[in-house]
């Protein structure tokens, strides 16, 4: 069982940046890949960026590419989001997420979720 808990969301003004962090319960995190997801209210949940387990492979959804840099600290059991050059479309409950093994080989989530931290860009 792996536990996540997120922290770093907030309100912030378009054009602003935040950095979410994701905190995780078990020394052995370096054995998951990790991701991003968000659900915006009256969407789908969707998935915004990975990371391998070793850090060295990430993927972005195309509507943050160049604007999300998702990176992990394996030491400290932590992943992180930093977000910059935000925009109000970026609203939306994020989740941090854990599943199992080198890499997301595809969209599917780990089954290890985080609680959600609320991020909200006003324009």
């Known amino acids: 069982q792996v536990q996540l808990v997120e922290s770093g969301g907030g309100l912030v003004q378009a054009g602003g940046s935040l950095r979410l962090d994701c905190a995780a319960s078990r020394s052995v995190f370096n054995w998951y890949a990790m991701g991003w997801f968000r659900q915006a209210p009256g969407k789908e949940r969707e998935l915004v960026a990975t990371i391998s387990r070793d850090g060295g492979t990430t993927n972005y959804r195309d509507t943050v590419k160049g604007r999300f840099i998702i990176f992990r600290d394996n030491a400290k059991n932590t992943m992180y989001l930093q977000m910059s050059s935000l925009k109000p479309e970026d609203t939306a409950v994020y989740y941090c997420?854990?599943?199992?093994?080198?890499?997301?080989?595809?969209?599917?989530?780990?089954?290890?979720w985080g609680q959600g931290t609320q991020v909200t860009v006003s324009s």
């Open positions: 997420n854990a599943r199992f093994g080198i890499t997301y080989s595809d969209s599917t989530p780990g089954p290890y």
